[in-house]
C-alpha cells in the first residue's frame, strides 16, 4: 500500500451504492501529492464514481473522502470544486470563443494569462481569438485542459481523457498532462489504457466491480503487465 | 335577448354541421365518425354544465365563489402542466405553484389597478384566460427544461467542475429554454388582429358591443397573457432549478429524475 509522501485525499471505507447497483464496495486508499495517481481497471469497476466523489459531483452511501485530513462535506463545496479540476471524457466547449471559455470559471483572466495557459497545454497562445467550433478533438479536449488550470486547482482529475480521441489527438493531450505532472501537479487519471496509465502515473489504484484490488507504485502493479 | 345570441333552438339546428363533419368522415372512410360525434356531444353537454355551474357561482356565491373557481381551475392547470413534463423531479408541486404565482400577480395587478373590476362575472373569465396562458407557458417552459437536462447533463456538470454554483451552471440554459418558451405568446401578441380575432374581442363584437370598446378588453387581455405566461414561466424554471440540484449544487442523477 501507498504509505509515504504527503496525501491529498483519502479515503474511508467508501461505499457508494445507486438504484440497487453497488458503484464502489468499501474502498479505503489515499492519493499523494505532486505525483499522478491512475485509477485501472475493467469497464464499470467504479474508476469514474471513485473520480467524481472527489470533487464531490458524487457522494458516498458509506465512509468518509477527505481533502488533507479534512471530511469534504465540511469545507465548503465550490471551494473545493475550484482547488479540484476536473477534465471529463468528452471534451465540452462552453462558449463560441475559446478565450470566453477559458473565462467561465475565472471570468477576471486576463489575455496574457490566458495565452500562458494555452502554452502550458501545448497550444499556440494565438488561438485565443479562435472560434470553440470547429477545433479538432484533440485542440478542444486541451482547451478544456486549460479552463481547468485557469481556476488554479492543486488536483487535477482526469476521466479518460484521451480516450475519445483520435491517435494524433491522444498523443497531444498526453503530452500536455505528463508535462504538467512532470511541473508537480497532483492528478489522478483514469484510463483503460495501461501503457498510457505507466507513462503518465507514479501509483495506480486498480478497481474492479467496485472494490480495490491493488494499490502501489505504478511499477508493482501486476495488472498493469496484463493489459494493453 | 340580444338577437345576435342563438336561441337553443338555433344551437339544436346547428347541430346540421356536426352532422356534416361526421358525413365526411363516413364518406371518406377516416374512421373518425364515431369520435367526432362523441366529442360533439361531449363539448355540449361539457358546455352546458359548465355554464349551470357559473350560473349559480355568479347568482349566489360572488367573489367568494369567484375565487374558489379559480383554485379549482389552478390545480387543474397544474395537473396539466405537471403531466407535460413528467420525469422532472417535483413536476406537479412546481407546475402548481407557478401557474398559482403568475395567475396571482396578473391578476392581482389588474384589480389593484381597477383596470378589471372585482365581480366573480369579470374575475371568473378573465383569470381563466390568465390560467390558461400560464399553464401553457408552464408546460412549455418544463417540458424544454426536461430535455435541456438531457442533453446539456455534460456542460452544466462542466460549470460545476469549476466551482460554478448550480445558478450559474444553469443560468445560460435557464435563459434559452425560458426564452423559447415565451416566443409564442410574444409571436401571439405581435400579430394579434391580423391573423386571427382573438377571442375576447370576438365575444364581445359577437355580444353587440362595438369594435373600438371591444378592442380595449383585447389589450388589456393581451398585455395580461403576456405577463401572466412570463411569470409563469421563470417562476417554474427557477422552481425546477431548485428541484434538479441538491445542497451541495449537484445536478441529481438522471434515475432520480421523477
Redesign the interface.
Known sequence: MLTTGETVFGLERVTVQ??GALLLDDVSCRIPARSCTALVGPSGAGKSTLLRLL?????PSDGVVRLHGRPL?ELD???V??RV??V?Q?P?L?TDRILDDLR??RPDLDAEQAAGLLERVGLPPGMLERATAGLSGGEAQRV?LA??LA?GPEVLLLDEPTSALDAVSAKAVETAVRDLVAAGTTAVLVSHNTAQARRIAGHALVLDHGRLTAAGAIDRIAYLDEGP | MNPAVPTWAGVGASLVLVAVAVAVAWRQQLHLAREIAVAALRAGIQLAAVGAVLLLVLRHTGLAGAAGWLVVMVLIAGRVAGRRAAGLPRALPVATAAIAAGTAATLGVLLALGVVSAQARVVIPVGGMVVSGAMQATALVLTRLREEVRTAR??I?????????SADAFAPHLRTTVRTALIPVVDATRTVGLISLPGAMTGLILAGVDPLTAIRYQIVVMYMLLAAAALAALIAARLAERALFDD???LR?A??DG
Do not use: T, W
Open positions: 445507486r438504484g470533487n464531490r459531483l458524487e457522494e462535506p463545496v465550490l471551494a470544486r475550484r479540476g476536473l471529463g468528452q465540452v462552453l467561465v470559471g478544456c479552463r481547468a481556476v | 455534460p456542460a456538470e462542466a460549470r460545476l467542475a469549476l466551482g460554478l454554483s451541495a449544487h449537484r442523477p434515475d432520480a
